[in-house]
């Protein structure tokens, strides 16, 4: 179950992830490239994790709020986030069930970013992120690259989807993490049937800091897939 390992990860993922390079020099960068100007927007961030988006954003003016499956990760979201006059708030909410909290039309944009791959079924979360986004708002999420994860995992046949056991080592501990991986039409198509417009479909360059930073890592995520972005529209009816 997804929610306990996020609850089990805790203090060494929200550490991990502060500082990680494909989070800090490759992700959260390619999201804001996405999102563009946020200032003065309402944004809702899903699976927030930790709150590090959630805190970028709000230090470039937007209004957050952050969901998370895990309540373990919303508490470090609101520490982290509890110098932001109030402009990021968090709450448990899992993706997989009705957002019945949320109005109708009450974002101008949604942050998805590195979560929806631990959804099995994306129809309730994306019909959720549409209802409550406004007409001509945008969506701006990424999953793992299918090729990356076909790749690197060994998986004998690209167009399964399928829920794959991986080890990561967080912390200095190898961790047992779950995900579904599943290949890059089935992705597309569930966007498009969601009602949604691709606008923009990118796999993104790190910044190039992170050359310094970390070389070794700059050189595998210049050269290999690591993560797939998407720019969706909400269209105005
Ligand atoms: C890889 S982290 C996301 C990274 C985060 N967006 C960031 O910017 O640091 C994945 C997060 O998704 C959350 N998550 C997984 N399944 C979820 C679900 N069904 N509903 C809500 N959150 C979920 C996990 O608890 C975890 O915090």
């Given at each position: 179950m997804v929610t306990e390992q996020y609850d089990d990860l805790g203090a060494e993922y929200a550490e991990h992830t502060a500082s990680?390079?494909?989070?800090?020099?490759y992700d959260r960068p390619a999201i804001l490239a996405l999102a563009g100007d946020v200032a003065g927007k309402r944004v809702l961030d899903v699976g927030c994790a930790a709150g590090h988006?959630?805190?970028q954003l709000a230090g470039l003016g937007a209004t957050v709020t952050g969901i998370d499956s895990s309540s373990v990760m919303v508490r470090m979201a609101e520490e982290l986030c509890n110098?932001?006059?109030g402009r990021a708030t968090f709450r448990r909410a899992d993706l997989a069930e009705p957002l019945d909290f949320l109005p109708d039309d009450s974002f101008d944009l949604v942050t998805a970013s590195l979560v929806l791959h631990?959804?099995?079924d994306w129809d309730l979360a994306l019909a959720e992120l549409r209802r409550v986004l406004r007409p001509g708002g945008a969506v701006v999420l990424s999953v793992h690259h299918p090729g990356e994860d076909w790749h690197w995992l060994d998986r004998t046949d690209y167009f399964r989807?399928?829920?794959i056991t991986d080890e990561w080592t967080v912390g200095g501990r190898p961790r047992t993490v779950r995900f579904y991986r599943r290949p890059l039409s089935w992705t597309f198509a569930a966007l498009r049937e969601a009602g949604f417009e691709v606008?923009?479909?990118v796999e993104p360059m790190p910044l190039p800091e992170c050359e310094t930073v970390d070389p070794q890592w700059f050189k595998r995520l210049s050269t290999t897939?690591?993560?797939l972005y998407f720019r969706l529209i909400n269209p105005p009816a």
């Open positions: 990680s390079v494909i989070n800090a020099y988006l959630a805190a110098d932001r006059d631990y959804l099995k989807t399928e829920l606008d923009q479909l897939p690591r993560f």
